[in-house]
């Protein structure tokens, strides 16, 4: 069985920090893209930042537009963790994040798994 689990999410005030990390477990036999979405109150999930795999940290990443500069995805690939460091959060970033992963699970074949999900609040 795989499973991600998300943690580091809580309530922060605007300009502050938070770390959110995601763990992959279970017979894994390789991890392609991982990424964080987000999720607020009546509104859609939207991709938040995307990295590739590539060597020991990853490969090439990519970020929606309201988080660059603010947000650094990074993963350890040794630990199958991913990272989303969350710098001068604002109000707005309030919502439940997501951790997703493009997994090749071992005699399962390739499937698109998610985390549970984790609460950040930004308060003003």
């Known amino acids: 069985q795989v499973q991600l689990v998300e943690s580091g999410g809580g309530l922060v005030q605007a300009g502050g920090s938070l770390r959110l990390s995601c763990k992959a477990s279970g017979f894994i036999f390789r991890i392609n893209a991982m990424a964080w979405y987000r999720q607020a109150p009546g509104k859609q999930r939207e991709l938040v930042a995307v990295?590739?795999?590539?060597?020991?940290?990853?490969?090439?990443?990519n970020y929606a537009d309201s988080v660059k500069g603010r947000f650094t995805i990074s993963r350890d690939n040794a630990k199958n963790t991913v990272y989303l460091q969350m710098n001068s959060l604002k109000p707005e970033d309030t919502a439940v994040y997501y951790c997703?992963?493009?997994?090749?699970?071992?005699?399962?074949?390739?499937?698109?798994?998610w985390g549970q999900g984790t609460q950040v609040t930004v308060s003003s």
């Open positions: 997703n992963a493009d997994l090749v699970v071992v005699g399962k074949g390739r499937g698109d798994y």
């Open positions: 990295i590739t795999s590539g060597g020991t940290s990853g490969g090439s990443t």
